[in-house]
Nanobody
Framework: QVQLVESGGGLVQPGGSLKLSCAASGSIFGLVNMGWHRQAPGKQRELVATISSGGMTNYADSIKGRFTISRDNAKNSVYLQMTSLQPEDTAVYYC???????????????WGQGTQVTVFS
């Protein structure tokens, strides 16, 4: 069964840092375009950052300069380094992306189950 599993969430004080990880498992033949989204209580899910198969990145304005998305294709993993965290960054963070599922040409979109990030003072 193909799945994305996030880890690395937790509690942190304002100004702190966390690094989220997202690992793909199952019968996959690599990752295509990947991204991180987040959903705060009472708000819609929003895009945080994306990274293409070629390594091109894109960020939401609210986190530019503070968060960095990266990937390790050998480990079928994507990461989100978060620095200078603020209370408004509190949310469930979801990994999302297109995986080559079962064969190189069969691409499907997957979501992880989410990991909670709480920034408190």
């Amino acid at each position: 069964q193909v799945q994305l599993v996030e880890s690395g969430g937790g509690l942190v004080q304002p100004g702190g840092s966390l690094k989220l990880s997202c690992a793909a498992s199952g019968s996959i033949f690599g990752l295509v375009n990947m991204g991180w989204h987040r959903q705060a209580p009472g708000k819609q899910r929003e895009l945080v950052a994306t990274i293409s198969s070629g390594g091109m990145t894109n960020y939401a304005d609210s986190i530019k300069g503070r968060f960095t998305i990266s990937r390790d294709n050998a480990k079928n993993s994507v990461y989100l380094q978060m620095t200078s965290l603020q209370p408004e960054d509190t949310a469930v963070y979801y990994c999302n992306g297109v995986l080559r599922d079962g064969s190189f040409s069969n691409m499907r979109n997957y979501w992880g189950q989410g990991t909670q990030v709480t920034v408190f003072s």
